[in-house]
């Protein structure tokens, strides 16, 4: 069975940074592409940033790009979201997905076969 657990989200101030963690259980990092999307209520969820460990590839929103790093512990079956210099358009639910390689999109909102956290919030306060 696929598990992702999100964790790290919180309340910050514009400017600070948070780390989140999303821990895969059930998936290979080879196999599997693993991807960060944020919702806000009233909007549709976006992608924010996708990793490939299998060939290296990472994908950002032009939004995140410059602030946010994507990483992988492949040891831990871990993937981490580094975000700083956190804008109060930051704001909102982060999630964790898993597809497998090849199929996830971070450019597209959801997917069939895609797998998902429960979320982790983040708030940035102005």
């Known amino acids: 069975e696929v598990q992702l657990v999100e964790s790290g989200g919180g309340l910050v101030q514009a400017g600070g940074s948070l780390r989140l963690s999303c821990a895969a259980s059930g998936i290979s990092f080879y196999d599997y592409a693993i991807g960060w999307f944020r919702q806000v209520p009233g909007s549709e969820r976006e992608g924010v940033s996708c990793i490939s460990s299998r060939d290296g590839l990472t994908y950002y929103a032009d939004s995140v790009k410059g602030r946010f790093t994507i990483s992988s512990d492949n040891a831990k079956n871990t993937v981490y979201l580094q975000m700083n210099s956190l804008k109060p358009e930051d704001t909102g639910a982060y999630y964790c997905?898993?597809?497998?390689?090849?199929?996830?999109?971070?450019?597209?909102?959801?997917?069939?076969?895609?797998?998902w956290g429960q979320g982790t919030q983040v708030t940035v306060s102005s």
């Open positions: 997905a898993a597809d497998r390689v090849g199929r996830l999109d971070c450019g597209v909102p959801n997917g069939p076969l895609r797998r």
